[in-house]
């Protein structure tokens, strides 16, 4: 059953290990040149210092204008776990039924439950190994150009298309397929439903869940201050909310911030923030910069865990088909 499997999909394979190949070739020396300028510029020093010089923001200056056009290239790779749910996981079952060729391979020797574990468990392990390739090269591709150009890992781009989220995704696609070409069996209809269900998932969990993973802290600053955003404690974190609010807590402009030197003036020719009334402060809602990995790890549970159960589900209903 496994040589019969792997027989079927060694096409499907060979051209996953070119796409990795020709990837690598792409991403390792690129990724090599912008560490090597990142490192030459002195980079390294004023993110892990904080400095706001002038020297470190014209080196950070030079190192955008050069590099900030690869991030496109990055865009491709939200979509690649979709892509390999299309073509590996919607023909999986769907394929067979379409083409009639169930009714002779649940013929055999071989039960439904066995060619399901193994067919699954091969496109499941070849699945692994290029989320795995791609979604941790990307993190050490992406991890100077998010550092050089003041961003958050958390950025909805950055966060989805590198570390170990990707694995989830890729794998979470793949179930998704194989599950409805069982109530979908024709190739279209299952790569439409995956398309569909995908999308719907990823942007819900994206949108509503994946802020409130954790708890949420809150930082607050005054209107009139020298120092304004505490660098390290907010570098690299990521912001809800945030907003001015007056001395009893009610939000009065929301989504603003505001920072006057000590002794400066307001629109109005008054001291800087009167408008906003005594005791007014800025507040924000953050999740902190080091919570990345632990995001990464749970939403990658979260749709491992889905992908677990549509597999049990397709298993259930490959019974269960003429």
């Not at 300028?37 to 050069?66: I, W, Y």
């Not at 290239?73 to 919607?90: H, R």
């Amino acid at each position: 059953m496994m040589w019969l499997a792997w027989r079927q999909h060694r096409k499907q394979a060979l051209f996953t290990v070119i796409g990795l190949a020709v990837l690598a070739v792409v991403m390792v020396p690129t990724g090599l040149a912008i560490r090597g300028r990142f490192a030459d510029l002195g980079l390294a020093d004023c993110v892990s210092q904080g400095s706001q010089t002038k020297d470190c923001g014209r080196a950070f200056n030079d190192f955008n204008s050069q590099y900030d056009t690869l991030l496109l290239t990055g865009i491709l790779f939200l979509v690649l776990p979709l892509l390999v749910g299309l073509f590996w996981g919607a023909p999986l079952v769907a394929r067979e039924v379409e083409q009639g060729t169930h009714r002779f391979v649940w013929t055999q020797s071989v039960s439904r439950e066995r060619w399901a574990v193994t067919k699954f468990g091969l496109v499941g392990a070849v699945t692994l190994a290029a989320a795995v390739g791609y979604g941790l090269g990307m993190a050490w591709w992406l991890d100077p150009l998010v550092a050089g150009g003041g961003r958050s890992r958390f950025d909805v781009l950055f966060f989805d298309m590198q570390g170990v989220a990707p694995i989830g995704y890729t794998l979470f696609a793949v179930a998704l397929g194989v599950f409805a070409g069982t109530v979908w069996p024709r190739m279209l209809p299952a790569m439409a439903a995956t398309l569909g269900g995908f999308a719907a998932v990823r942007i819900g969990l994206t949108a509503v869940l994946r802020p409130h993973y954790l708890p949420a802290r809150e930082h607050t600053y005054p209107l009139v201050s020298a120092g304004g955003f505490d660098e390290g404690q907010l570098r690299g974190a990521w912001t809800l909310s945030d907003g001015i609010r007056d001395a009893s807590g009610t939000m009065v402009m929301p989504g603003a911030q505001v920072n006057c030197p000590p002794g400066s003036k307001g629109p109005g020719g008054g001291p800087c923030g009167e408008e906003f009334g005594a005791g007014a402060y800025n507040w924000l809602l953050y999740q902190p910069a080091d919570r990345y990995w632990l995001f990464q790890g749970i939403e990658t549970g979260i749709f491992v865990a889905l992908a677990a159960i549509l597999l049990y589900l397709t298993i259930r209903r490959v019974r269960r088909i003429a």
